[in-house]
T-cell receptor, first 114, second 112 residues
Framework: QQQVKQSPQSLIVQKGGISIINCAYE??????FPWYQQFPGKGPALLIA?????SEKKEGRFTISFNKSAKQFSLHIMDSQPGDSATYFC?????????????FGRGTQLTVWP | EAGVVQSPRYKIIEKKQPVAFWCNPI?????LYWYLQNLGQGPELLIR????????DSQLPKDRFSAERLKGVDSTLKIQPAELGDSAVYLC??????????FGPGTRLLVL
């Protein structure tokens, strides 16, 4: 059972455009929602993360929007650049006995055309 | 500061052969994770260590997979015998006092 569902599977955006990737979860015990960026041949790297006590977090061109009631969160990449072309994974985890286990979405392959 | 180091980066073996992967976490990180990443999928946790103790190994196929983290630093993940379906990327990650997990580059395994 997929704990975190991610869409779309792939995304093509023109340079300067906005990239939007969506994720949904079921387990209301999740309290940490990171986004990871992965380039080919590399391991995932943390991009930005949010907790459910805020509805939005922005770091540079990257923004997470969080909707607790809908159990959804999304990543927005403003002014998308060719260097942003990578695979993006949303994830979720919770404190407690399974502290640290990240449940990843299936990933979104983003291509930004120059 | 050096990141998470994994070796080998690539491994090709025939089915039924054993294989081992090694991970050196970021210095000072007590928590170490092994993830499996199949092609086109997100990473899935195999095992998590707090120092030397495996505190979450519920997803580790114990009939053929084993792991150890002697002295609470480096870790080794072993598969014996390997099957065709084990072809994947094996990622190691570590974390310190915070929740951020830092991933290594992974070991790409191909079982023929």
């Amino acid at each position: 059972q997929q704990q975190v569902k991610q869409s779309p599977q792939s995304l093509i955006v023109q340079k300067g455009g906005i990239s939007i990737i969506n994720c949904a979860y079921e387990n209301t015990a999740f309290d940490y929602f990171p986004w990871y960026q992965q380039f080919p041949g590399k391991g995932p790297a943390l991009l930005i993360a949010i907790r459910p006590d805020v509805s939005e977090k922005k770091e540079g061109r990257f923004t997470i929007s969080f909707n607790k009631s809908a159990k959804q969160f999304s990543l927005h990449i403003m002014d998308s650049q060719p260097g942003d072309s990578a695979t993006y994974f949303c994830a979720a985890s919770r404190r407690g006995s399974t502290l640290g286990r990240l449940y990843f979405g299936r990933g979104t392959q983003l291509t930004v055309w120059p | 500061e050096a990141g998470v180091v994994q070796s080998p980066r690539y491994k090709i073996i025939e089915k039924k052969q054993p294989v081992a992967f090694w991970c050196n976490p970021i210095s000072g990180h007590n928590t170490l994770y092994w993830y499996l990443q199949n092609l086109g999928q997100g990473p899935e946790l195999l095992i998590r260590y707090e120092n030397e103790e495996a505190v979450d190994d519920s997803q580790l196929p114990k009939d053929r997979f084993s792991a150890e983290r002697l002295k609470g630093v480096d870790s080794t993940l072993k598969i014996q015998p390997a099957e065709l379906g084990d072809s994947a990327v094996y990622l190691c990650a570590s974390s310190g006092s915070g929740e951020t997990q830092y991933f290594g580059p992974g070991t790409r395994l191909l079982v023929l």
